[in-house]
């Protein structure tokens, strides 16, 4: 499985924009990059997913380095209700149903 | 649009009893999957179907039957319960199979085999 790497936790107060990173230096070149959260007790949601270039969607912004070994997940404005376990997973054509979530990035958010 | 929804949410099971986990999709997604999700081991793959009348076996699928008799629905039998099966088991779902596919989600059965 292709690995990531990330923080295991970060803070932030409501309403500040917090950058989620995630290292992938064995990424190939046809991986797509997702972001998907789990809040306590509850299923994984998906976030965002991209390939090469930066996207933007209703939820959060991911901005890919050039080289695409790690990624930036942005929440522009938090809220109490982003509090949850942040993961980053390659998917790649062979095992698109493989999920490897690891142990994520536990955000915290402060009122 | 209810999405993925599983039933039930939580279930106490002794050893060598069986059960069906259901799994229900209304939005008319071709694969249809089952993980379980343990600590330190993230999602697994148990089974996974491309299309109602076809299923076939993920990464660790003994102990485990499925159908797919509707593109709707996706139940998960445990054929004779054992301790090693207690987990959380989640459904998901997409629209159809590759790597740029966004997932949905059920909320999960948590399952206690004692």
């Known amino acids: 499985d292709a690995k990531t790497t990330q923080p295991n936790s970060m803070e932030s107060n409501e309403e500040e924009p917090v950058h989620l990173p995630c290292n992938h230096s064995t990424i190939s070149g046809t991986d797509y990059i997702h972001w998907y959260r789990q809040l306590p007790s509850q299923g994984p949601e998906y976030v965002i997913h991209?390939?090469?270039s930066n996207v933007n969607n209703r939820m959060a912004s991911l901005a890919i380095a050039e080289d695409r070994k790690s990624s930036t997940l942005i929440l522009h404005r938090a809220t109490l209700r982003d509090a949850a376990v942040y993961y980053c997973i390659l998917r790649d054509w062979n095992n698109f149903n493989k999920f490897y979530f690891g142990s994520g990035t536990k955000l915290n958010v402060k009122p | 649009n209810a999405g993925v929804t599983q039933t039930p949410k939580f279930q106490v099971l002794k050893t060598g009893q069986s059960m069906t986990l259901q799994c229900a999709q209304d939005m008319n997604h071709e694969y249809m999957s089952w993980y379980r999700q343990d600590p330190g081991m993230g999602l697994r793959l148990i089974h996974y179907?491309?299309?109602?009348?076809?299923?076939d076996q993920g990464e660790v699928p003994n102990g485990y039957n499925v159908s797919r008799s509707t593109t709707e629905d996706f139940p998960l039998r445990l054929l004779s319960a054992a301790p090693s099966q207690t987990s959380v088991y989640f459904c998901?779902?997409?629209?159809?199979?590759?790597?740029?596919?966004?997932?949905?989600f059920g909320q999960g059965t948590r399952l206690t085999v004692v």
């Open positions: 179907s491309v299309g109602a009348g076809i299923t």
């Open positions: 991209g390939l090469t």
């Open positions: 998901a779902s997409t629209l159809r199979g590759g790597a740029d596919t966004e997932a949905f």
